[in-house]
């Protein structure tokens, strides 16, 4: 089992700066790859950026690249998230996922444990 907690969340201007933290307990961090997805109200889950479990590769959802950056710590057992020119339509609950190695980091229903959201408001 791996928990998950997320922080960092808030209230932020349109073109503003957030960081997100996931802060990840139990087994092997470095096993894992990690995610971040968004849920905005009304919409779907979606994949927002990834890191493979070294930290080598990442990947991110075309409406945030160039914006975001997603980093981690294994030694601290942590995920990062800085989100840079904050837009309104980065409003959303953010969760932090973590997936064992060897599937596509896309794809939600390939992550196997959750974090339970923090909330993330951009104002116009």
């Known amino acids: 089992q791996v928990q998950l907690v997320e922080s960092g969340g808030g209230l932020v201007q349109a073109g503003g700066s957030l960081r997100l933290s996931c802060a990840a307990s139990?087994?092997?961090?470095?096993?894992?790859?990690m995610g971040w997805f968004r849920q905005a109200p009304g919409k779907e889950r979606e994949f927002v950026a990834a890191v493979t479990w070294s930290g080598s590769n990442t990947y991110y959802a075309d409406s945030v690249k160039g914006r975001f950056t997603i980093s981690r710590d294994n030694a601290k057992n942590t995920v990062h998230l800085q989100m840079n020119s904050l837009k309104p339509e980065d409003t959303a609950v953010y969760y932090c996922?973590?997936?064992?190695?060897?599937?596509?980091?896309?794809?939600?229903?390939?992550?196997?444990?959750w974090g339970q959201g923090t909330l993330v408001t951009v104002s116009s």
């Open positions: 996922a973590a997936k064992h190695i060897g599937r596509s980091v896309l794809t939600l229903g390939n992550y196997d444990y």
């Open positions: 139990g087994r092997t961090f470095g096993n894992y790859d």
